[in-house]
């Protein structure tokens, strides 16, 4: 089990980081969000590539990390996408030129 968990991080990190160096441009995203979409993304792949029946391979499964970094780019530009504006720096006081 505890196994488990610390793959799961690990390969959440790798897979997290590949994906932010995959998608151009700059996303403001902390390292801390980078690792949960990538554990989010390796998470669900493995468990589509289990249903589809390929996650069971000899050697390395890289359908299934083909699958989980895919997941991970989609995660990643929604992420950036809804964090685009938000960078907690406020414009002025209403009714100030700024």
């Known amino acids: 089990m505890i196994g488990a968990i610390v793959s799961a991080i690990v390969i959440g990190a790798i897979i997290g980081a590949l994906a932010r160096l995959i998608v151009p441009g700059r996303q403001n ?5 980078t690792l949960i ?6 998470l669900i792949g493995t468990l589509i590539a289990q249903a589809a029946g390929l996650a069971d391979t ?3 499964d890289w359908i299934e990390h083909i699958l989980q ?3 991970a780019v989609a ?4 992420v ?5 504006g938000r960078t907690g720096r406020t414009r002025g006081t209403p009714g100030t030129p700024t």
């Not at 995203?29 to 969000?33: A, E, K, Q, T, V």
């Not at 979409?37 to 390796?42: D, F, P």
């Not at 950036?80 to 685009?84: D, E, K, L, P, V």
């Open 75 to 78: 995660g990643v530009l929604l």
């Open 80 to 84: 950036a996408r809804f964090t685009a």
């Open 58 to 60: 000899r050697g390395i």
């Open 29 to 33: 995203m902390s390292i801390g969000l």
């Open 69 to 71: 970094l895919v997941l």
């Open 37 to 42: 979409v990538g554990i989010v993304a390796a």
